[in-house]
């Protein structure tokens, strides 16, 4: 059964600092997604990192992924208010080939305080 | 533009009654799945659909049922047997290895 373990699950940053979220996964996957969600709102896709090594930025995001340590990190610079949200990781349980299914991590709700 | 729309957005229930929240896609994407989200929780698959008139159970199928009728819908049935409706569904459909889209989401209450 594949599992999902984001940390931390909650993290109060002050605005300019740099952090980073974890998630770790129990079986093999090649494909990782980092989605954002608002309150009330739906899921915004912030990444997708296919392969082993990959790594994506996006203004002040940015996504690794090392396959063999099954980690993914999301990594936080310079923070900023807007960025307060819920990061969720997500791993794609790819069954013979075929494109599977998602499965959650428990998401970590950053608030980015002045 | 494409996309998955979802409706209704708010959605009350009484006990004992059977309600259906809608998932339409223009995407033509082959895959389609359920997800329930309950407050500070992740997101947990009810049902995924990989091609019409076929689906399979997800990791919290109880008190729920779909259909796949169509590649673009896939309805969610709550039935009376879920004795704790109360949360936001999102529906989403996915195309191979180009990620997966989520509708805007229902929320449901029990009343």
């Known amino acids: 059964e594949l599992k999902v373990e984001q940390n931390p699950l909650f993290l109060s940053m002050q605005e300019g600092k740099n952090y980073t979220i974890y998630c770790n996964y129990s079986t093999t996957s090649d494909r990782l997604y980092w989605y954002r969600q608002d309150p009330g709102k739906s899921l915004e896709s912030l990444f997708v990192l296919l392969s082993n090594g990959a790594v994506k930025q996006e203004g002040r995001l940015m996504a690794s992924l090392d396959t063999k340590a099954r980690l993914s990190t999301l990594h936080i610079t310079a923070a900023v208010h807007d960025l307060s949200a819920t990061y969720f990781c997500?791993?794609?349980?790819?069954?013979?080939?075929?494109?599977?299914?998602?499965?959650f991590g428990k998401g970590t709700k950053l608030s980015v305080k002045p | 533009d494409g996309g998955i729309t979802q409706s209704p957005k708010y959605l009350f229930r009484k006990e004992g009654q059977n309600v259906t929240l809608s998932c339409e896609q223009n995407?033509?994407?082959?895959?389609m799945y359920w997800y329930r989200q309950d407050p500070g929780q992740g997101l947990r698959l009810i049902y995924y659909?990989?091609?019409?008139?076929?689906?399979q159970k997800g990791d919290i199928a109880e008190g729920y049922s779909v259909s796949r009728e169509k590649k673009e819908s896939f309805p969610l049935t709550v039935t009376s047997a879920q004795k704790n409706p109360t949360a936001f569904y999102l529906c989403?459909?996915?195309?191979?290895?180009?990620?997966?889209?989520f509708g805007s989401g229902t929320r449901l209450t029990v009343v």
């Open positions: 995407l033509n994407h082959d895959a």
């Open positions: 659909s990989q091609i019409v008139n076929d689906f």
């Open positions: 989403a459909s996915s195309y191979r290895q180009r990620g997966y889209t």
């Open positions: 997500a791993v794609d349980m790819v069954d013979g080939g075929s494109q599977g299914n998602l499965i």
